[in-house]
């Protein structure tokens, strides 16, 4: 069964880089047929797609977030990375990392249980 | 800019039936969009129900169905249950991996 668990510290300051992490079991994040996404949900608010990372370190982003958004992987660990850069109070939310696989169609089947990340001085 | 929008909230007995509905501001919803549907319930993470527009994981109940319906991506609740009381979100792939949610419909039964 595949999980993914997040982590990262809950509490950032504005114009800092948030950092988290997205632990991958019960799969190889090197499969040819998995990306693996980055989606966050302000509190009360609803779902916005981040991006999505290929095990090859190739990235996908939002237009809306590209200038700030970084994607990473890492495959010796299993587990890929999200940084978001010059945050401000607008970037408070929860943060969920799923896998976007291809097979047969795509799709974001797995997720995370989610990390609030809170910005504020 | 690209808008995904769906109905902000309905209302359904429980047994009846409801659609939501899933529209994008670049035109008609196809195959193409590949539609993901996803349920969330208060603090919990979004548990998917449905991908390429109709197609169900081993997971989605029965009751859950996917269609085209008007140039729109539809989500079917038939014989609604309480516990399908929940925040349902669309989702559209645009292309080049790029993808966008709907803003989220919340369902009540009542």
């Known amino acids: 069964q595949l999980q993914l668990q997040e982590s990262g510290p809950g509490l950032v300051k504005p114009s800092e880089t948030l950092s988290l992490t997205c632990a991958v079991s019960?799969?190889?994040?090197?499969?040819?047929?998995?990306?693996w996404g980055w989606i966050r949900q302000p509190p009360g608010k609803g779902l916005e797609w981040i991006g999505n990372?290929?095990?090859?370190?190739?990235?996908y982003y939002n237009p809306y977030l590209k200038s700030r958004v970084t994607i990473s992987v890492d495959k010796s660990k299993n587990q890929f990375s999200l940084k978001l850069s010059s945050v401000t109070a607008a970037d408070t939310a929860v943060y969920y990392c799923a896998r976007q696989t291809i097979v047969p169609t795509p799709n974001f089947d797995y997720w995370g249980h989610g990390t609030l990340v809170t910005v504020s001085s | 800019q690209t808008v995904v929008t769906q109905e902000p909230s309905l209302t359904v007995s429980p047994g009846g039936t409801v659609t939501l509905t899933c529209a994008s501001s670049t035109g008609a919803v196809t195959s193409g969009y590949y539609p993901n549907w996803f349920q969330q319930k208060p603090g919990q993470a979004p548990w998917a129900l449905i991908y390429?527009?109709?197609s169900k994981y081993s997971w989605t109940p029965a009751r859950f169905s996917g269609s085209l319906l008007g140039g729109k991506a539809a989500l079917t609740l038939s014989g609604v249950q309480p516990e399908d009381e929940a925040e349902y979100y669309c989702?559209?792939?645009?292309?080049?991996?790029?993808?966008?949610f709907g803003g989220g419909t919340n369902l009540t039964v009542l």
């Open positions: 390429d527009t109709d």
């Open positions: 990372v290929y095990y090859s370190g190739r990235t």
């Open positions: 019960g799969d190889s994040i090197s499969i040819s047929s998995d990306h």
């Open positions: 989702l559209l792939y645009y292309g080049g991996a790029h993808w966008m």
